[in-house]
């Protein structure tokens, strides 16, 4: 098993030419989310619930732990059903570029507290990679 303390949060960003509502949107609105991540409850206030659901029984549940509407939000991510149970927290940026458009800033991070190895994050860190493509492709179709 590899030694979760030095397992570093996952970091990725995508620029667009998108304005900032346009991409928060595309974040929290759950028929917008659906066309590039999943099927996902909205976004409510700090301590609401979040489930993100892939189909199969494939569901991540959580809570959502910051909200500023039009910039950023967190929930916890754990997926139902597995144990031991393992709570990371995945949040979102969305901020203006000079000259226009946005950049959209996700960071998962929590590997240490959730005990994950490194195979997990790994895993978690290439879905990610490939939803954010999804996401840059869908924001580019406008």
Known sequence: MTDTAVLPPIELSLESQVPPPEAW??????????????????????GSPYRLDFGDGSVVAGRIVALEPGVSFAHTWSWQG?????????????????????????????????????????????YWRGYLDDLRDVLAEG
Do not use: C, K, N
């Open 82 to 126: 597995t144990e031991p149970e393992q709570v990371t927290r995945v949040a979102w940026t969305v901020e203006p570029l000079d000259g226009g458009g946005s950049r959209i800033d996700l960071v998962h991070d929590g590997w240490v507290d959730a005990a994950a190895d490194d195979a997990s994050r790994t895993e978690h860190e290439a």
């Open 25 to 46: 949107d595309m974040l929290t609105e759950p028929e917008r989310v659906a066309l590039w991540f999943t099927d996902a409850s909205p976004v409510g206030p700090v």
